[in-house]
């Protein structure tokens, strides 16, 4: 009969952490899907191959300003106060991923990752308001809409895990590649803004050459628990948006997750993360720079389930303990995440 070992056990379940690749290219960009996977793709023992599929579903749908939920007053009041944003109503962004991922480990030390993400973002908007203003549910017409779909932003990563005698100790470097459409690709389709440019960090890609540092760690805790701390690190080294006027920089991103894994049934293992997140904002002429900075925090419990030696389903849900956003943003009230891993 095949066994897995508690160590393999490790790798595969870090493998099924989900998180998707343009998770930092969000409409709001401090918002949504926060679980560590990056780093995940490291862990994995031995040698081999692997193929990820992955699918996110975050619907942003209550407009907040620091620690509390928005009124469309407020929002309005805002040119009087630059620092509390540009007077936008927005109504919801309903962003879904599906990721490909392949990922190769040539022996116990090395593992290399790439992530292939198809974006679809439907967004609506009430526009800048200048006057006091309270929108209508009941008149539709009053909003610009949007449908962003194609290629995101490509990553890979490389994980090296040879410091240490367990392996269990990892450092990484990696680059995300400005592959998905950027800048003023799409345009609203109707409503008042239809013809103009949906903004730039809608787009599915953020038109920029980024930068991706990290480091984790992973150890059992008890004989039943494993648990693991992740950091990463993501900054934008070049932009193709550079021209003044029409120029446009992603903010820095740093993420930081810990993980605790319930691991006495090899065919069921339950498990709980902490994801903190912290953006700073965009810039350049194109960003709206007073709405996309900001510092989050979710809890994720989810689950493993392993179907087959090699194949493994699994299943998230965040639920935001904690948001102190810039400006107004929209938030999630929750997001869910699920996907397949193969390792070969």
């Known amino acids: 009969m095949w066994q897995i070992s508690p160590r393999q056990l490790y790798g ?37 191959w692997r193929i990820n599929f992955e699918y996110d579903d975050i619907e942003q749908d209550e407009l907040r300003h620091g620690m509390r939920a928005a009124t469309p007053a407020q929002v309005v009041d805002a040119p009087s106060n630059p620092a509390l ?88 470097l990696g680059v995300k590649l400005p592959t998905g459409s950027y800048g003023t690709a799409v345009k609203f389709s109707t409503g008042p803004n239809a013809g103009t440019p949906l903004d730039a960090s809608l787009q ?31 900054a934008a080294l070049a932009h193709k948006q550079d021209q003044p006027g029409n120029d446009f920089r992603p903010g820095n991103a740093t993420t930081l997750s810990l993980g605790l894994r319930y691991e006495a049934n090899p065919k069921w293992i339950p498990q709980l993360q902490i994801n903190f997140s912290h953006k700073d904002a965009d810039q350049g002429a194109l960003a709206d720079v007073p709405d996309t900075a900001g510092t989050v925090a979710y809890v994720s419990p989810g689950i493993t389930i392993q179907l087959a030696a090699k194949l493994h389903l699994y299943g998230f849900v965040q639920l935001p303990i904690y948001s102190n956003l810039d400006g107004y943003q929209l938030f999630p009230h929750w997001t869910a995440a699920m996907g397949a891993n193969y390792a070969f």
Do not use: K
């Open 204 to 234: 599915a890609g953020t038109g920029s050459t980024d930068v991706i540092v990290g480091a984790y760690y992973y150890h059992p805790v008890s004989e039943n628990f494993g648990g693991f701390v992740n950091a990463q690190f993501q």
């Open 85 to 172: 944003g540009g007077g936008e109503i927005e109504h919801s962004t309903l962003n879904r991923y599906y990721t490909a991922g392949v990922g190769y480990s040539p022996s116990d030390e090395w593992n290399f990752d790439l992530r292939l993400p198809y974006v679809e973002r439907g967004h609506d908007t009430y526009g800048v308001q200048l006057q006091p203003y309270q929108p209508s549910e009941s008149s539709p017409g009053e909003r610009s809409a949007v449908r962003v779909s194609g290629l995101g932003d490509v990553r890979l990563i490389a994980s090296y895990q040879g410091l240490l005698p367990m392996h269990d100790l990892g450092l990484q």
């Open 12 to 48: 595969t379940l870090a493998l099924g952490l989900v998180a998707v690749a343009p998770r930092l290219a969000l409409a709001c960009a401090t918002c949504g899907c926060t679980l560590s996977a990056d780093g995940a793709m490291g862990y994995a023992v031995g040698s081999g």
